[in-house]
């Protein structure tokens, strides 16, 4: 029996959207940042007790700076409450779902102003991603690499998580669902992080994986099930050639 070649798990405009803007990265940023460390959600890189207090949000920041070489001399960190009322979620039954940013990028005076949800400053996997992508945007929209008016730059930017190293995080918060006890009611939280879908992560996983000639990455046992299977079929297509 013959089988056909491996399928690649993303529609072929969404395909060639991110193996043309991986390969401009690396244009941009060069082979060695390509090349660079992995990050994953270990004590190795992320040492020490994490309990979600301001100081923790931002010593994360600091970091993530450092990883991503981005002067946190330039940066402004503001802490935003989330819309829900804490009161009312108590007695009623809440079923919360939001999607796109959980932070917020803006300049003033000259300086990056880095908006961080108070409820996402909890979960430390989404936190990672959020900060990452704001500060994607300090490489992309705040160095003048891209437009403002792009149409794909948040995307765009997601992206730029995955060639900086920190995919792993992106793409496993890049869907959330949870439940939680809220006074006599239970609270049901579905959230999806980011602007890409599961199987564009996957794929654009695996595209960084096959440009780090990494065939078989150890670090995608750190990748959650759903998008590690489209990682799983990305660089199957890709070694099929």
């Known amino acids: 029996m013959v089988w056909g070649r491996p399928k690649c798990p993303v529609r072929d405009v969404e395909r060639d959207w991110i193996e043309r803007n991986l390969d401009w990265f690396v244009g941009e940023f060069g082979q060695p940042r390509l090349r660079g460390t992995v990050l994953l959600p270990t004590e190795e890189h992320f040492p020490g007790a994490y309990e979600g207090s301001r100081h923790?949000?931002?010593?994360?920041?600091?970091?993530?700076?450092h990883h991503m070489g981005v002067d946190p001399g330039r940066?402004?960190?503001e802490h935003d409450e989330p819309d829900e009322d804490p009161q009312l979620a108590a007695h009623v039954p809440v079923i919360h779902a939001w999607k796109g940013a959980a932070g917020?990028?803006?300049e003033r005076g000259g300086r990056a102003v880095v908006a961080i949800r108070r409820d996402v400053a909890a979960r430390p996997m989404?936190?990672?991603?959020?900060v990452a992508h704001e500060l994607g945007h300090v490489l992309l929209l705040g160095d003048?690499?891209?437009?403002p008016g792009r149409e794909d730059q948040e995307p765009l930017t997601d992206l730029l998580t995955v060639f900086f190293g920190l995919g792993?995080?992106?793409?496993?918060?890049?869907f959330d669902y949870s439940r939680e006890a809220r006074g006599e009611y239970a609270r049901t939280s579905r959230t999806r992080l980011g602007y890409l879908t599961e199987p564009m992560y996957g794929?654009?996983?695996?595209?960084?994986?096959?440009?780090?000639?990494?065939?078989?990455?150890?670090?995608?046992?750190?990748?959650e099930p759903n998008p590690r299977s489209f990682l799983r079929r990305g660089l199957r297509y890709l070694a099929a050639g």
């Open 168 to 174: 792993v995080f992106s793409a496993n918060a890049s």
């Open 126 to 130: 989404a936190l990672v991603a959020t």
């Open 104 to 106: 917020h990028y803006r």
């Open 144 to 147: 003048g690499r891209v437009d």
């Open 203 to 223: 794929y654009a996983l695996a595209r960084y994986a096959w440009l780090r000639d990494e065939a078989a990455p150890a670090w995608a046992r750190h990748v």
């Open 56 to 65: 923790d949000v931002e010593a994360l920041v600091y970091r993530l700076c």
């Open 75 to 77: 940066l402004e960190i």
